[in-house]
Structures are given as structure tokens and as C-alpha cells.
């Protein structure tokens, strides 16, 4: 069975409750599917808890404590950490030049899909996981099946 990729916008809600954290949390620890996130992901899900203690959503202890679960599931192969290749700058270049423009795909949103498109190729994964629209507009045109955590299901 395939695997999902989470992007640091769908696996930030695993630790900290929000809208769409529902949906997430229900495909991960019940899925018999891995959940891949790329190597990119541990340092800006780090970075999440630091703006959430910046707007006072959450104090440092409680960073601390997401930060554990997090490092915790990763340890326990919860979460498969995938490093990025010279292969996945290339692609997210690739991705920038097609939708930047038009889209306004961001640079490292650009890593993130050129990582997930290359799993999803190798048939790793079956489902980009995001909650950013424009990455879930642009993962979709590029062929891969998106899952929006934020967006009811049809």
C-alpha cells in the first residue's frame, strides 16, 4: 500500500490541535501506510512551534513538549524522514520556473513538491497531504493526488 507525504503544513496539526488537525491525525496513527516527510520538514515544523510561542498560542514548555512528540515519532518510525537529493533541487527549480509565476509557488513549498512528485513516481506515495492551497492547486496539476486537511471531503 502506498504511503502519504505530509507537508509541514499538514504534519504541524499531528502536534498541535487546528482546523483540519482531525483529519490528519486519523490517517496517520491508523494508517497501515507510511507517512513520509522530507528532511525539510523537521526544521520548519520546528520553526511552526516557534510562531505559534510567538503569537502566545502555546508557552515554551508546551514547544518543548511538541517538539519531543515530534522528534519522538520520528525515533519510533512513526514518521520515515526522506533527505533531499540534488535531484530535488533540480526539480523544485523546475517547479518554480512552471508555477511561480502563475501560481506563486514559494521556494521551499517547491522543495517540498519536487520530494513528494519523486515518491510519487517511485510509487512511495500515493497522496501529497498539505494545507497550503497554492501547493495543493500546484501538486494537483502536476499529477498528484492532494488531500487538504482544512477542506471537507467531496
Sequence with gaps: M???FLDSSALAKLYHAEVGSAAVEQMVPHSAAAILISRLSVV?????????IR?????????AGLRHRFLEDITNGVLKVVALTGDDYEGAGAL???HGASHGL????????????????????????????????????????VIDPESPPL
Excluded at 514559494?106 to 501529497?128: I, M
Excluded at 494545507?131 to 500546484?138: I, M, Y
Design 2 to 4: 502506498a504511503g502519504y
Design 44 to 52: 520548519e515544523v520546528q520553526f511552526v512551534f516557534a510562531g505559534k
Design 55 to 63: 503569537s502566545g498560542m502555546i508557552s515554551t514548555g508546551e514547544a
Design 96 to 98: 518554480i520556473e512552471r
Design 106 to 145: 514559494r521556494t521551499l513549498d517547491s522543495l517540498q513538491l519536487a520530494v513528494a512528485l519523486s515518491l510519487h513516481r517511485a510509487r512511495a506515495v500515493e497522496n501529497f497531504v498539505a494545507a497550503d492551497k497554492v501547493l495543493c492547486k500546484v501538486a494537483a496539476v502536476e499529477g498528484m493526488p
